[in-house]
């Protein structure tokens, strides 16, 4: 089998596209820019790098906090933001915001990385330079990895282009329909799935890789856009038994927990030793829990929860305080402690009243009732979104880490966990008419939720939306996945997220805003593209 030079030429110019970097576990890349084509995949490492640059394409900043997260959050109304993208609140979304075409032009990038993989794993698998187990592995992960970059702009902008062949990566084919790219999604997985292994029989150091698991769930949730819910349901409980929700809900996003029992796939992140995570940061790092902490704390504090979201949570409910805190409350990670950042402790030796708590001592809560943390304007809500926020010890924001400018961080983002996969089930039974079934489902959640199976006595209360058991799983989505990576995503693919905004917030979505636009940059270079409705 030839492989075509424009493939390798391709595969080539990708790899120089990346930021060099250690990451953890296994995703290290090799420079390649000045290796000729000759020299290029004569050993496995070349291989496995090959598809590590899949892996990089999510490493970029816009990509991951204002293109995904804003998504998944802003447009619930549950999370605002405070600087130059409040436009969320009212739906109207530009079509110049810039970070939605990074977002189209990476995932590009890695279908394109994707697509030049295949043919050259295949040469060399048929060349003995990889076995046919590594082959398939990294042809298994291709798979999933072009799978989940069309998963993700389908359920934001709706239909787009599907370039299934190797191509520029420039996205130039017409729409496809969103059917048309969840099916392909579905397909993708399936392929993945019959390739890759499950997550625990991976060696330790390749923790973070796609799984069979992994594919299975997004395969899942793919065919659920596609209303197979049947089919869904099958391919959801083939990751039954390789998952265990964790005893306890606030574990799931602890630092020192990264890549747990629960987790079915996570964006890998690793600053390198002595690496800058300041402004001028590499994109190894992230700004997922910078932008979510307050002013006060980080001088950047541009994420903050409406007051609406933080009230929704039950009594007992644990969900709360891991996900959203408010005036007078401390931050419910042990690893946290809000007296050690170093602008609090700053503050307090100037003697800034907005640092030194009730009892006169320096402040080790998020505000105080009376002196709610609403940033120097007032406009901020005085409660935050808390499962992001960076160890004070970690980011450099205390008095004994060495860079006082390390203002981002590195830990991992999850995209898909068992939660998710629960509660996606149990919406697959309730279409299915085993009410019961989805019910059954729910409680096991909200068990965790509660503390059950961490060994609390707790009694769970019923859901508040009982009788409405939609409802019910749409609340679970909320609650379990907020501050996450798909709560609009789900209310969306329910079809009941326009009553649903509207019945928690009184708020009307206008027609087509709950798609994103497509970049007015994709429209001018692309003519075979039109505009979403209502932009």
């Known amino acids: 089998m030839k492989i075509q030079k424009q493939i390798i030429a391709l595969a080539l110019g990708t790899a120089m596209l990346l930021p060099l970097s250690c990451k953890k576990g296994f995703l290290d890349l090799k420079d390649t820019k000045t290796a000729s084509s000759d020299a290029l995949f004569k050993t496995p490492s070349d291989g496995i790098q090959l598809v590590n640059a899949i892996y990089d394409t999510f490493d970029n900043v816009d990509f991951m906090k204002k293109a995904m997260w804003y998504q998944a959050n802003f447009l619930t109304q549950d999370f605002k933001n405070y600087g130059g993208d409040v ?246 990670s042990p690893n946290i402690q809000i007296s050690s950042y170093q602008q609090v402790i700053n503050g307090f030796a100037k003697g800034d009243p907005k640092y030194i708590g009730d009892d006169n001592k320096i402040i080790n809560t998020c505000g105080t009732v009376s002196k709610p943390w609403k940033g120097g304007d007032k406009l901020r809500s005085g409660y935050y979104e808390v499962k992001y926020w960076r160890d004070p010890a970690l980011s450099g924001y205390s008095s004994t880490a060495a860079g006082k400018q390390n203002i981002f961080g590195d830990q991992n983002a999850i995209f898909l966990r068992y939660g998710e996969v629960l509660l996606s089930e149990a919406e697959c039974k309730f279409r299915m008419n085993d009410e019961q079934g989805a019910l059954d489902l729910v409680k096991l959640v909200r068990n965790r939720a509660w503390g059950k199976l961490a060994g609390s006595n707790a009694v769970v209360p019923a859901p508040p939306a009982a009788g409405n058991t939609l409802y019910v799983i749409l609340d679970e989505y909320r609650h379990e996945l907020g501050g996450e990576f798909s709560v609009w995503f789900n209310l969306r693919r329910s079809g009941e997220h326009i009553k649903y905004v509207k019945q928690k917030y009184n708020v009307n979505v206008p027609a087509g805003k709950d798609l994103m636009p497509i970049p007015q940059l994709v429209i001018a270079t692309n003519e075979t593209i039109k505009q979403n409705p209502g932009y």
């Open 87 to 332: 436009f969320f609140t009212t739906y109207e979304v530009p079509t110049s915001f810039d970070p939605l075409n990074t977002f189209w032009v990476r995932s590009y990038q890695g279908i394109a990385r994707a697509n030049a993989a295949f043919p050259i794993i295949a040469k060399m698998k048929a060349d003995g330079v990889l076995t046919p187990a590594l082959a398939d592995r990294l042809t298994g992960e291709a798979y999933f990895l072009r799978g989940v970059f069309y998963y993700y702009m389908a359920c934001e902008f709706g239909g787009v282009p599907l370039e299934l062949k190797t191509v520029t990566g420039s996205g130039r084919n017409p729409r496809a329909t969103q059917d048309e790219v969840f099916a392909s999604v579905a397909s993708d997985m399936s392929t993945a799935a019959g390739l890759l292994t499950w997550k625990e029989d991976l060696p330790a150091t390749e923790i973070g890789r796609a799984t069979k698991g992994a594919a299975y769930a997004y395969a899942g949730s793919a065919l659920m856009w596609l209303k197979k819910y049947g089919d869904a349901l099958t391919s959801f409980k083939m990751v039954d038994t390789h998952y265990q929700l964790m005893e306890n809900y606030l574990d799931i996003h602890e630092y020192n927990k990264q890549n747990n029992k629960e987790s079915i796939f996570e964006v890998q992140f690793k600053v390198p030793d002595g690496g800058d995570q300041s402004w001028g940061h590499s994109n190894d790092s992230n700004w997922l829990g910078s932008f979510g902490i307050p002013e006060e704390i980080s001088q950047t504090g541009y994420d903050y929860a409406d007051p609406i979201y933080f009230n929704s949570f039950e009594t007992g409910d644990s969900r709360r305080r891991a996900t959203v805190i408010g005036p007078g409350e401390t931050h419910p």
